[in-house]
């Protein structure tokens, strides 16, 4: 079975510019979450989305958005890049489950987003 | 809220040599406990969890970890490292919201010949 894929893999964009980032999930997963991974901040959940319905979401400026399609596969947006925005942007797909939050998330490699 | 405090940045160790990872973490309600590796360039990958039963969990790589509910800690445990075991290492709680993870800052486990 194939795992999460994440494209691009490396992105470099300019202040103001904005960006797309895309995520398969695991055939048969439903649920995508994405973090961002920073040296200064460390892991921090961005948002969480279950059935095209975003169910869970960070404490993150309105710049940073994401959706989710009928395959489940997801896209995140960040609009008026920042130097800060500078991360690893990494996702996670998990199966369905009453009990949600006991399940293994399974992340992709993640895309590294440089902002100059 | 929860929160994760891993209180090592930085462990060095030679190979054979056992390590420990400490992990303590804050919440107002039952958690679930999980320690990701990242390996350089890749992305996470889980190495146990605790979320019921038995405070002693393992991994099929030698790894242990005990949740103290007192202590609110789930330190990692490894007998005897490998140098393949240099990576970084995540202590991570989540509750009750959905797939959200609240994860420590990481450990850098460097295992020297």
């Known amino acids: 079975k194939a795992g999460v894929t994440q494209t691009p893999r490396y992105l470099i964009k300019t202040r103001g510019q904005q960006v797309t980032l895309s995520c398969s999930p695991i055939?048969?997963?439903?649920?995508v979450s994405w973090y961002q991974q920073t040296p200064g901040q460390g892991l921090q959940f961005l948002f969480e989305y279950f059935s095209e319905t975003q169910r869970n979401k960070g404490n993150f400026p309105g710049r940073f958005s994401g959706r989710q399609f009928s395959n489940s596969r997801s896209e995140m947006n960040v609009s008026t890049l920042e130097l800060g925005d500078s991360a690893l942007y990494l996702c996670?797909?998990?199966?369905?489950?009453?009990?949600?939050?006991?399940?293994?998330?399974?992340f992709g490699p993640g895309t590294r987003l440089t902002v100059l | 809220a929860q929160s994760v405090t891993q209180l090592d940045s930085q462990v060095p160790v030679f190979e054979e040599a056992p390590v420990e990872l400490r992990c303590n973490y804050s919440s107002s309600v039952s958690v679930y406990l999980f320690w990701y590796v990242q390996y350089p360039n890749q992305g996470l990958q889980l190495l146990l969890k605790y979320l019921s039963g038995s405070t002693l969990v393992e991994s099929i790589n030698g790894f242990e970890a005990e949740f103290n509910k007192s202590q609110t800690s789930f330190h990692l445990r490894k007998p005897s490292v490998h140098i393949s075991d240099t990576a970084e290492y995540f202590c991570a709680v989540s509750g009750a919201a959905g797939n959200k993870l609240t994860f420590g800052g990481g450990t850098r486990v460097l295992v020297k010949p």
């Open positions: 055939s048969g997963h439903r649920s």
């Open positions: 996670a797909s998990s199966l369905p489950s009453d009990r949600a939050h006991s399940n293994e998330q399974f």
